[in-house]
């Protein structure tokens, strides 16, 4: 049987009121999935209180020819309503990380206009008509068989919701412009989430100086700082403090310099963080990146950027040429870059 789900959205007092009057099953025949985490019904909640969607629910309609009523089974979306209908009985309050406003309140204790704002929030909704158990595990069976397999990042995003994640995400977004603009990132990266990796990977390195910044290491600091994040907002100021900086020194001639690739941007990144606020593990001089010595640092990154390209660099410069070709993300290639710049730097300094 050819099956073609109806989309239409139905606002949460909906399935409020299908719940009431035993119209709603919220059943776990379809898809089991464990029970979220309080980060993750807060960050949900969050997101709907800010407006944003949230992925498609897929109900059946099945007729109850004796009770002549229409039966709406949730199946695909349980944790959602669930988390949605708990929020509203009052069992949990959104998190503070999420949404400071509104955070230690229940359903009931939020203002009158922000509860309506909830309830009038609509849900995209697939809906299945005359479709029997069998077809809807097809369905769903056609629909994994697209999905693309999440990569690291994405699984750190569906793991933690917390006080880390909140800052890289918000970093990253706020400089989406400036991935773009400069090569770094293309929009298919962004929506596969590099921003937010490449974000962490920085924040954890202007933290601890060089080290790990693999799967495993970056877990590590998502579960360390999941519930707070006590250097979150200085390091978001430095961190716009010396993505301005970068901007100042290229004045929009990065795209045209190997420092627009990752490992190369990641280095400039660190060049530049050490100079103004130092890198913990290092001892570089701070650098005021006035007009003199920003003309200085532009011709000492010039100059690597096209030694880095050329075909036959200098011997004294063999190994940054590795180090900007291979094992990128090696912490012993990065401290190597750092030291090349750094030694331009100075010499260019005089």
């Known amino acids: 049987m050819e099956v073609q789900p109806v989309t239409s959205p139905y606002p949460i007092s909906d399935f409020l009121n299908w719940d009431a009057s035993e119209q709603l099953v919220i059943s776990p025949k379809f898809q089991r999935?464990?029970?979220?985490?309080?980060k993750a019904q807060s960050y949900l909640?969050?997101?709907?209180?800010?407006?944003?969607?949230?992925?498609?629910?897929?109900?059946?309609?099945?007729t109850d020819p004796i009770k002549r009523r229409t039966i709406r089974e949730v199946v695909d979306g349980q944790q959602r309503i669930g988390?949605?209908?708990?929020?509203?009985?009052?069992?949990?309050?959104?998190?503070?990380?999420?949404?400071?406003?509104?955070?230690?309140?229940t359903f009931s204790e939020l203002p009158e206009n922000i509860q309506s704002k909830i309830l009038s929030y609509k849900l995209c909704v697939n809906v299945l008509e005359g479709v029997?158990?069998?077809?809807?595990?097809?369905?769903?069976?056609?629909?994994?068989?697209?999905?693309?397999?999440?990569?690291?990042?994405?699984?750190?995003?569906?793991?933690?919701?917390?006080?880390?994640?909140?800052?890289?995400?918000d970093i990253g977004f706020r400089h989406l412009a400036f991935w773009i603009n400069n090569g770094?990132?293309?929009?298919?990266?962004?929506?596969?989430?590099?921003?937010?990796?490449?974000?962490?990977?920085?924040?954890?390195?202007?933290?601890?100086?060089?080290?790990d910044t693999k799967d495993?290491?970056?877990?590590?600091?998502?579960?360390?700082?999941?519930?707070?994040?006590?250097?979150g907002t200085e390091l978001s100021v430095q961190f716009e403090k010396t993505i301005d900086t970068i901007g100042y020194i290229f004045t929009?001639?990065?795209?045209?310099?190997?420092?627009?690739?990752?490992?190369?941007?990641?280095?400039l990144f660190m060049f530049v963080y050490d100079a103004l606020f130092g890198l913990p593990g290092c001892d570089s001089p701070r650098l005021a990146f006035n007009s003199q010595e920003r003309a200085s640092v532009f011709n000492a990154l010039e100059g690597l950027g096209n030694i880095i390209r050329a075909k036959e660099?200098?011997?004294?410069?063999?190994?940054?040429?590795?180090?900007?070709?291979?094992?990128?993300?090696?912490?012993?290639?990065?401290?190597?870059?750092?030291?090349?710049?750094?030694?331009?730097?100075?010499?260019?300094?005089?």
Do not use: C
């Open 45 to 62: 909640i969050d997101t709907i209180l800010k407006q944003m969607p949230i992925p498609p629910i897929y109900l059946r309609y099945i």
């Open 216 to 231: 495993k290491a970056l877990r590590a600091i998502y579960k360390k700082y999941d519930d707070d994040f006590p250097r």
């Open 252 to 267: 929009n001639r990065l795209p045209e310099t190997p420092f627009r690739r990752v490992p190369l941007f990641f280095s």
């Open 83 to 105: 988390t949605i209908f708990d929020f509203i009985r009052g069992k949990f309050t959104v998190l503070k990380v999420h949404n400071s406003e509104y955070s230690g309140m």
């Open 33 to 38: 999935r464990r029970v979220w985490q309080s």
């Open 132 to 169: 029997s158990n069998v077809e809807v595990l097809k369905i769903f069976v056609r629909l994994n068989t697209y999905t693309v397999p999440l990569n690291k990042q994405e699984l750190r995003n569906a793991e933690y919701f917390g006080a880390f994640k909140q800052t890289a995400y």
């Open 313 to 350: 660099p200098p011997e004294r410069y063999l190994s940054l040429v590795e180090a900007a070709r291979r094992s990128t993300a090696d912490v012993g290639k990065r401290r190597t870059r750092h030291n090349y710049i750094w030694e331009a730097v100075k010499e260019a300094l005089g």
């Open 184 to 211: 770094i990132l293309t929009d298919h990266d962004v929506a596969r989430m590099a921003d937010a990796e490449l974000v962490s990977e920085h924040l954890s390195t202007m933290m601890g100086g060089f080290g």
